[in-house]
């Protein structure tokens, strides 16, 4: 009499299954492969793109501007279209602004101040600093005679309509510490023109190059 063969109860996959199975398998690991791979690309990418944007904007070296902010006057004397004279104590404004982001260490500056080219009076700055992102406001004295300047033929003729130009230069010199890592020297030049009104005593129309 033959055996009875025992029942298996039970799902037995096929080998098509099996080889689906592991086909999603490999599918699911590729795209997992992919996507980290897509998240390292792109995170260098932002990196790269932080790194520029410090490069363009906070180690960018800029060049500061020196400038007369303004100035009142005292000892305040004046000829006439005859007899041309003019002498004056200027308490100037002096203004230096750093657009870096760090400190600017300037030396000592000597700032000349002229009438029609002729050197009219001068003011020495000490060495100091500017912090990162600020103007530095300097208040300077300067007498400014025009005695040496009486012969000049155009000094009568500025008396008579009441304006006295005159222009200031100098080229100060120093050094950006950007963010205590990095330091490198720069120089910045005064170039500026402006007009004194006798009538007034005060000084107008200042255009800084």
């Known amino acids: 009499m033959a055996e009875k063969q025992p029942h298996i109860s039970g799902y037995t996959r096929t080998d098509a299954e099996a080889g689906a199975a592991a086909h999603d398998a490999r599918e699911q690991r590729k795209k997992k492969r992919t996507k980290c791979l897509l998240y390292i690309v792109l995170f260098a990418i932002f990196q790269a793109g932080v790194i520029a944007i410090f490069a363009v904007t906070i180690m960018k070296v800029?060049?500061?501007?020196?400038?007369?902010?303004?100035?009142t006057f005292e000892n305040?004397?004046?000829?006439?279209?005859?007899?041309?004279?003019?002498?004056?104590r200027m308490n100037a404004e002096l203004g230096v602004k750093n657009a870096n982001f760090g400190r600017y260490k300037y030396r000592n500056t000597t700032v000349v101040f002229m009438y029609r080219g002729t050197p009219v009076g001068q003011a020495v700055l000490q060495n100091s600093r500017v912090n990162w992102r600020a103007t530095k406001k300097i208040d300077v004295a300067v007498d400014l005679s025009l005695g040496n300047a009486a012969s000049n033929s155009q000094l009568g003729s500025d008396l008579s309509t009441g304006i006295v130009p005159i222009t200031s230069q100098a080229r100060m010199t120093g050094r950006v510490e950007l963010v205590f890592i990095m330091k490198k020297n720069k120089?910045?030049?005064?170039?500026c023109n402006m007009e004194i009104v006798t009538a007034t005593r005060q000084l107008r129309n200042i255009v800084c190059k």
């Not at 800029?62 to 100035?71: D, E, G, L, Q």
Request: charged residues 15%; positive net charge.
């Open 187 to 191: 120089a910045t030049a005064m170039n």
């Open 62 to 71: 800029r060049t500061p501007r020196f400038r007369v902010r303004s100035a």
């Open 76 to 88: 305040f004397n004046v000829g006439t279209p005859a007899a041309p004279a003019f002498s004056a």
